[in-house]
T-cell receptor, first 111, second 115 residues
Framework: QKEVEQNSGPLSVPEGAIASLNCTYS??????FFWYRQYSGKSPELIMS????GDKEDGRFTAQLNKASQYVSLLIRDSQPSDSATYLC???????????FGTGTKLQVIP | DVKVTQSSRYLVKRTGEKVFLECVQD?????MFWYRQDPGLGLRLIYF???????EKGDIPEGYSVSREKKERFSLILESASTNQTSMYLC??????????????FGPGTRLTVL
């Protein structure tokens, strides 16, 4: 079982819709959760971090964390073509400040 | 803003060459990381360092070594490059705060091709 799992996609949504990206993790001791956006050929860019159960909103982005069910999600409201990218889920687990990355979900926003 | 820079965006080397990839961060972060990213495999941790002259193996350290002589600089060394080390190499840094895992900030990446 992979430590951090994401559906590889592609997830296609029309412009203006809500995109919902999901991630599950296996280590119940995980404490920190991150979402990165990666455009093709570029490096990952941090867009959200969440540390406690519930929702955290930042502009059009909302991160949701449910530790009991071991999942974290990212909602993108009013999706734009510029949101088309691969979204990486990362989980802080183990020692020495390491995080484990999922393989990413490719999002395509159709104009 | 955190700035992480890498010495080269693109690099082409020949099999057997010794390759140095340099990473510099300007935010006084304690932790630095080297990853490689391959299609379908995601980001895999090669080595990391939590202090000057300290290093720890990640998930795929074979064929690599690292050096951290100064806090801001973390070097990845391919002792004898092989074609299976053709990949995108990403450096990241993060601050160290007791009891929590902090956001990692990435450099632009080095796309290495070994012929």
């Amino acid at each position: 079982q992979k430590e951090v799992e994401q559906n590889s996609g592609p997830l296609s949504v029309p412009e203006g819709a809500i995109a919902s990206l999901n991630c599950t993790y296996s280590d119940r001791g995980s404490q920190s959760f991150f979402w990165y956006r990666q455009y093709s050929g570029k490096s990952p860019e941090l867009i959200m971090s969440i540390y406690s159960n519930g929702d955290k909103e930042d502009g059009r982005f909302t991160a949701q964390l449910n530790k009991a069910s071991q999942y974290v999600s990212l909602l993108i409201r009013d999706s734009q073509p510029s949101d088309s990218a691969t979204y990486l889920c990362a989980v802080g687990t183990g020692g020495y400040q390491k995080v484990t990355f999922g393989t990413g979900t490719k999002l395509q926003v159709i104009p | 803003d955190v700035k992480v820079t890498q010495s080269s965006r693109y690099l082409v080397k020949r099999t057997g060459e010794k390759v140095f990839l340099e990473c510099v961060q300007d935010m006084d972060h304690e932790n630095m990381f080297w990853y490689r990213q391959d299609p379908g495999l995601g980001l895999r941790l090669i080595y990391f360092s939590y202090d000057v002259k300290m290093k720890e193996k990640g998930d795929i350290p074979e064929g690599y070594s690292v050096s951290r002589e100064k806090k801001e600089r973390f070097s990845l060394i391919l002792e004898s490059a092989s074609t299976n080390q053709t990949s995108m190499y990403l450096c990241a840094s993060s601050p160290r705060t007791s009891g929590s895992y902090n956001e990692q900030f990435f450099g632009p990446g080095t796309r290495l091709t070994v012929l």
